[in-house]
């Protein structure tokens, strides 16, 4: 009789598409979704702000420029895709850090225009 243990696998981190792995130099790509935007009745479109920030061990090393947002795909307002690229320096030690997008709703109430998204990664030798 065979013996019918399972396999033991052990996963290989750098295998993983969720992964975050990028070298010195190398560009980052990011993209993000923006859904239920204010639209201006007169011309139909939101009028939202953007402003990328890098964080290491929980310090802000970059803060991009706040910009107006064009959105890539207009088709519906209320779900719209944004996406950037940002170069990494040749100073960027390896180690953990943050890329985080904030949004600025111009159209919507104070409490309700502010919202941002994060997400880690590496930089990697």
Do not use: C, H
Request: zero cysteines; proline letters at 6%; charged letters at 25%.
């Amino acid at each position: 009789m065979k013996n019918l243990t399972a396999p033991i696998f052990q996963a290989d981190p750098n295998a993983n598409p969720a992964v975050r792995l990028f070298k010195t130099d190398q560009a980052l790509v990011y993209a993000f979704n923006i859904y239920n935007a204010r639209v201006d009745k007169k011309t139909g479109k939101p009028q939202l702000k953007t402003q990328l920030t890098i964080y290491r061990d929980g310090k802000q090393i970059f803060v991009g420029p706040e910009e107006a947002f064009s959105p890539l795909d207009q088709t519906d307002p209320k779900r719209l895709l944004g996406a950037g690229v940002v170069q990494m320096g040749s100073r960027m030690a390896p180690g953990e850090y943050v890329i985080q997008i904030v949004v600025t709703d111009l159209l919507a109430k104070q409490k309700e225009n502010v919202t941002s998204q994060w997400i880690d990664f590496d930089i990697i030798e």
